[in-house]
């Protein structure tokens, strides 16, 4: 039996095009716990996810750096001393977990473990230890993973992920919401530093691998997703070159040019400065050098559209093998506002009502930007426990640093613009003003209309149910048609109507208020 039951054509009919809550059915909170263990060539690390089941919350995450893969080209063999710190970090894993009662932790194995001749051992010694049982996956397996963690935060997507680990590359074509056509290569960074011949014979290596692996893919010309930590600190020096505003890595765009400016940067610079500068770890950093020629080379012989990076990757992918095709593909970002509403909002349900108000000033929104409304609705009153004179740079900086997935950089600007006058008339003067250029002029002004017409619905909260009134746009005439029942007369005073006028000043428009015995009449 599916986890998520079918909803009636009536309930499809209230809530729209985005369907019904999923978080508060009890098969899809069986998902809102979870453990995920994920064993690397260069880290090991825990993550418990919480909260809505389709986009959770990082209820906790650590990571300890092992370099269990270090010098196993040599060896053959895992890290001595990676392989007692990865043991450490797993007893204390297994001893959080069963503080916080948590199901089984879900732990997997990559590269290091599966290629090293100890790896059994190891996975011996641990189980033996802890009680943990390691799943040791191959490399076409950890290709599918990290995908299907792709697919978590960026339902639709389609193009080719490349997870860059320790000790080995994977590539995973998705498309349709499916994983295609997967290969594994041995091009981690920990690898390549056992490669004869300098930088040079690497830089030929690496080459030869990649041209391999593009007979075995065919043309990849779409997006290309980057998961892993040395892509991410890639991702940082790039963002430092670029004086770029925003530091939130998921979703961070670069092109081929970026790469080729970032690849000549890192060698322009000192790495130690870098990796101070940009808040890499130095671990981490010693990689980068490698990972950077890996990255060169792959971005000029697949010619990628664009680059996106990916905070989600293999542990989010294990999440996402446990949930049902419709669940997989709800929108992230909507059932995150949902579950944050239900959490944190004074009277949860109003977002629907709000929305229903408020969608008649964005005639022909597309999908793309129904979703935000959607999400700006049900969250316009979450961060009503923040001091009254910070409230709206609450509002801002949650939405654009919030640990959301389905969320492009502009549309988190958007987003944050719209809640900040959710709560205030103006942003200049915010400390946040250097994200603004994030988002184009036109784009700014349509989160100013939503969050002002927020700002004025609000004012009709009383339940989370019922009709509050009805908006009737007129662009061409500049006329702004407000009717409201005869009931919430009462709810209209002097701060309401203040608040209207700045909507419609915003607007340019003249505003006409009615008010209505029988009920608001259907929104145009």
């Not at 389709?54 to 990676?82: H, T, W």
Request: aromatic share 6%; glycine share 10%; with cysteine.
């Amino acid at each position: 039996m599916d986890m998520i039951q079918d909803a009636s054509d009536a309930s499809i009919a209230e809530w729209g095009p985005f369907g019904r809550p999923i978080f508060d059915d009890p098969g899809a909170r069986a998902l809102s716990r979870v453990g995920v263990v994920d064993v690397g060539s260069n880290s090991v690390r825990l993550v418990v996810f919480d909260g809505a089941a389709r986009s959770p919350a990082y209820f906790y995450n650590e990571k300890i750096m092992c370099a269990l893969g270090a010098g196993l080209s040599e060896s053959g063999r895992l890290n001595p001393e990676g392989r007692k710190r990865a043991l450490s970090a797993l007893r204390r894993f297994q001893q959080l977990a069963e503080g916080m009662g948590l199901p089984p932790l879900s732990a997997v194995a990559t590269a290091a473990v599966r290629d090293a001749e100890d790896g059994p051992e190891f996975c011996e010694e641990v189980l033996r230890e802890t009680g943990l049982r390691i799943h040791v996956i191959d490399g076409r397996e950890e290709a599918r993973l990290s995908a299907q963690g792709v697919l978590l935060g960026w339902p639709g997507a389609y193009g080719l992920v490349c997870d860059i680990g320790g000790s080995s590359m994977e590539l995973a074509e998705i498309q349709d919401n499916t994983v295609g056509q997967r290969v594994t290569s041995s091009l981690g960074p920990l690898k390549l530093r056992d490669v004869k011949g300098g930088r040079k014979g690497r830089k030929q290596h690496i080459k030869d691998v990649i041209e391999q692996l593009k007979s075995e893919m065919g043309p990849q010309r779409d997006r290309l997703f980057l998961v892993g930590g040395s892509w991410r600190a890639i991702a940082r020096v790039d963002m430092h070159r670029r004086g770029y505003p925003l530091k939130v890595l998921h979703e961070y765009r670069m092109t081929a040019a970026d790469v080729r400016a970032t690849a000549r940067f890192i060698a322009e610079n000192d790495m130690d400065e870098l990796r101070s500068t940009c808040g890499i770890s130095s671990s981490r950093a010693s990689l980068v050098p490698y990972a950077i020629d890996v990255l060169t080379r792959l971005v000029k012989t697949f010619k990628p559209k664009d680059i996106a990076v990916s905070s989600y990757g293999i542990r989010e992918g294990l999440l996402y093998e446990q949930m049902p095709q419709r669940l997989r593909e709800r929108d992230p970002l909507v059932e995150a506002s949902r579950f944050a509403e239900m959490k944190d909002a004074r009277i949860p349900g109003f977002g629907k009502t709000l929305y229903d108000f408020v969608s008649p000033l964005f005639p022909g929104a597309r999908h793309s930007k129904r979703r935000l409304i959607k999400a700006a609705c049900l969250l316009h009153d979450v961060s009503w426990r923040a001091h009254p004179d910070y409230r709206a740079e609450v509002c801002f900086d949650n939405a654009t640093r919030a640990n959301l997935g389905g969320l492009k950089h502009s549309e988190r600007v958007f987003l944050g613009l719209a809640l900040l006058h959710r709560y205030s008339n103006k942003r200049q003067g915010s400390a946040f003003a250097h994200l603004y250029g994030l988002l184009d002029e036109k784009s700014q002004h349509e989160a100013e209309v939503l969050g002002k017409a927020m700002r004025f619905g609000a004012m009709l909260m009383v339940t989370g149910k019922g009709e509050i009134g009805a908006l009737r746009w007129q662009p061409r005439k500049r006329v702004l048609h407000v009717e409201l029942p005869v009931a919430a007369r009462a709810l209209y005073g002097e701060v309401a109507e203040s608040r209207l006028q700045s909507l419609g000043k915003t607007l340019d428009a003249e505003v006409h208020l009615t008010f209505s015995k029988a009920g608001p009449a259907p929104a145009a």
